[in-house]
């Protein structure tokens, strides 16, 4: 492994370093949309007000993806933060790849698309840019059809996250009308199952391994509550319940009383999200022969892939229609290679974005004596239920660690903003804020005893816009009267405050850049150690004097 370079006129702090990730918390006015203003965050405020702080961009380009039109995500905002660079993500490099034809013209198109009775496309159903993208799957049924495939069924994961939480139809009506168009005597295509991706399918982080056991029922098995189609299901449960997309139950879609999808012997299937978190489990459920995390009942022969490679390290899936990323020179790597221990925290719903994302898309550690890695096992509840999640435990556990002191750089991820904002909730927003800042006051109490430095800083926004807002910057309402809830992240910047009460003496802060995003963290992160930061990084924060 490579190490850094010391730098000349500065030993680093003699505390430890802290980044505090507080996950889907942006900058944005204050009006009534935002919970992060309208929370009681004492501390949050305090920090603001009298520490430096640098606005960083956390969306589009800054962090790899195709435009500024697309909001961040937690995936590439823990890249950029713990790679110091930005690389073209998932949603960039698969488009790249069907426009050039070089996904069609690889070996793992040819052999899903040769000889199958039929094609299977499972994956979240929106062009909400972070998961997936509806246009890529219309894409590769078009292309499946023009190379002889006779019959496709669609598998879809409905989405209000990172759309408008109620938008599914918006989807799936246009949908049905471009397959209608493309079905004729030689070719069979048709919606076969579907359901909110927070109920089925689309668990992460093996968090809840019953989300997964009920897709493979729907999807493979045709178990379930049956439709004669999609919106016939979204409308009956709407009708029924009020819940929202992300939260629909699972519907299969039958004609006679017989599901019209089930995934059999010589099939193909492509689960065609492109991100890497929520695809991990449902890839090992059909990709592994000897898997025991539920029943599958019935095993089909099929041939699988996913649109990339989730996993570089294990090897999930075997099969992929798109080389990921390679992200290198990581700052896990380099702070391993000098020999700075190095500790990262989060609960469940987390823990993967400050290890296996922070490190590049690389499971497992670059040195096993100097990183700790600890998760705490996160609730199986609804967040708006408890919207103070594992905050306090995380909380516990990092203040144990900083006054043990066997480490030198600490990172943790708090996912308050961000899994709370996401249910569209206020007041369950406001709540998780404020048990946030009760922590946040904790960890910088501890911090100030040990002479410690924190750089805290967000991943992306979320919390900071609850409700859909006008071209003037006003709230969106319903008929009712009601604001019509935001569940998706945010265009807006993000804090990067840097809290040091014994060093900044040693360093200027830069002023503002519109350029800076969160690549720059991780050199100013080393510069802080005293280090040199590599030339492939982007710039420092901070000004060494």
Not at 144 to 161: E, I, N, P, T
Not at 270 to 293: C, Q
Request: aromatic share 8%; charged share 25%; hydrophobic share 40%.
């Amino acid at each position: 492994m490579t190490s850094l370079k010391k730098l000349e006129n500065f030993d680093g702090i003699r505390g430890p370093l802290l980044t505090i990730v507080m996950d889907g918390v942006g900058l944005a006015p204050a009006n009534a949309a935002n919970a992060v203003h309208h929370a009681y965050t004492p501390t949050l405020d305090m920090l603001m007000e009298k520490y430096p702080m640098v606005s960083l961009r956390a969306h589009g380009t800054a962090v790899g993806l195709p435009s500024d039109d697309d909001m961040g995500n937690s995936e590439v905002g823990h890249n950029a933060l713990g790679s110091g660079q930005v690389f073209s993500q998932g949603a960039k490099l698969v488009s790249e790849s069907i426009e050039s034809g070089k996904m069609f013209a690889s070996a793992t198109w040819s052999a899903l698309t040769s000889d199958c009775k039929t094609l299977h496309f499972l994956g979240l159903f929106s062009d909400g840019n972070v998961h997936s993208h509806i246009d890529h799957l219309k894409a590769m049924i078009a292309r499946a059809k023009a190379d002889g495939v006779r019959s496709v069924r669609v598998h879809v994961l409905l989405d209000g996250r990172d759309v408008g939480e109620t938008s599914a139809l918006e989807y799936v009506e246009p949908f049905e009308a471009y397959i209608a168009d493309l079905r004729d005597d030689s070719f069979d295509i048709c919606i076969a199952s579907g359901g909110g991706r927070m109920t089925i399918t689309m668990d992460r982080y093996e968090a809840n391994w019953s989300m997964v056991e009920e897709g493979w029922k729907t999807h493979v098995l045709g178990l379930g509550r049956q439709f004669a189609s999609a919106k016939e299901a979204i409308e009956t449960y709407r009708a029924e319940s009020g819940v929202i997309d992300q939260d629909l139950p699972p519907f299969v879609i039958a004609k006679d009383g017989k599901p019209v999808g089930t995934v059999e012997d010589g099939d193909s299937v492509i689960f065609f999200n492109f991100r890497g978190d929520r695809a991990i489990e449902i890839s090992r459920a059909f990709d592994d022969a000897d898997f025991n995390k539920f029943d599958r009942v019935r095993y089909p022969r099929v041939k699988y892939a996913g649109m990339l490679e989730y996993d570089g390290d294990l090897h999930i899936p075997s099969a992929y229609l798109v080389n990921p990323p390679e992200i290198t020179n990581t700052m896990g790597e380099y702070l391993a290679g000098t020999g700075v221990a190095q500790l990262a925290i989060s609960e469940t719903q987390k823990y993967g974005h400050v290890t296996y994302f922070w490190n590049g898309n690389r499971s497992g550690k670059f040195d096993e004596e100097s990183e700790t890695y600890i998760e705490i096992p996160s609730d199986v509840v609804p967040f708006e239920q408890r919207p103070w999640m594992q905050c306090a435990l995380i909380a516990d556990k990092l203040i144990e660690e900083l006054q043990a002191g066997r480490h030198r750089y600490y990172r943790v991820n708090f996912p308050n903003g961000d899994m709370v904002g996401h249910t569209g909730n206020m007041l369950a927003t406001r709540c998780s804020m404020e048990a946030l800042d009760l922590q946040l006051a904790r960890i910088l109490r501890v911090l100030d005893s040990l002479g410690g430095v924190a750089l805290i800083t967000a991943d992306h926004g979320n919390a900071d816009e609850m409700y859909e807002l006008d071209k003037k910057g006003e709230v969106k309402c319903s008929k009712d009267g009601t604001p019509k809830a935001k569940t998706s992240h945010t265009l807006n910047p993000v804090p990067c405050i840097i809290y040091d009460n014994f060093y900044a003496d040693k360093y200027t802060v830069k002023a503002q850049k519109a350029s800076f995003g969160l690549s720059n963290v991780a050199a100013t992160t080393v510069n802080l150690l005293g280090y040199e930061a590599p030339s492939m990084w982007d710039e420092s924060l901070v000004e060494i004097k």
